[in-house]
C-alpha cells in the first residue's frame, strides 16, 4: 500500500513537472510572437531618428532618439513633426541630408503673423502658447515682421521650439513644407533611457 501512494505521487509529481513545462513553453511562445510582430510592424511602419542639433530645445536635445511613424498620420497643431531635409533644403546648408524636427504650427489656410519686436507667435489672430519655448520668437530670418501670412493649400507651417537658434518656416530654405515631406509624426522619446516619454 506504501509503494502504491509513492508511486501515485511521483505520477503526480511528473504530471505537475510537465504542466508546468507545458505552460512555459506556452508563455515563451506567446511572448515569443509578440515581439515578432512588434518587430514586423515597427520595420514596416516606423522608424528610430536621432535629433541633430538644438532647434527643438527644451523640449528636445541633442542625440536624443524618437520613434517616428507616418502611419494614418494627418498633421496637427503642435505635433512634433520630421522632414525629409534632402527635399528641402539645398546643399549648401549645413543640415542637408539629416532629418529635419519641427513642431507643426499652422495647416493649410492658416494666417500667420509674428511680432518679432514682443517675439510672440499668432494664429488665426490669436496668440499661440509658449509653455514649450524658453525664449520670445526674435529672430526673422526671412518672414515678415508683424503679417499675415496665409499657409498654402498642401503644406504646414513650421517653427522650432528653439526659436532664436532654428532654420524653419521663417526662413526661404525651408519655409511652407508640402505635406509630401514629411517623414512622420515622433511618437516616443526612447533615448536617453532617463527622458523616455510619449511626445
Known sequence: MEEKNLTENENSGTADSKKFFADMFD???SIFSAILCFIIIFAL????????GESMVPTLQDQQRLIVSDMFYTPQYDDIVILYADKLVNESSGGYGKPIVKRVIGLPGDKIR???????VYRNGEQLPDDYTNTPTNLPENFPNNQDVTVE???I????D???GSKDS??????QVDMRYIMGKAYLRIWPLNALGML
Open 162 to 164: 528653439n526659436r532664436n
Open 170 to 175: 521663417r526662413s526661404n530654405q525651408i519655409g
Open 114 to 120: 509674428i511680432d518679432f519686436v514682443k517675439g510672440v
Open 157 to 160: 507651417f513650421v517653427l522650432g
Open 153 to 155: 493649400d498642401g503644406k
Open 27 to 29: 508563455w515563451m511562445c
Open 45 to 52: 511602419f516606423a522608424r528610430v531618428i536621432t535629433v541633430d
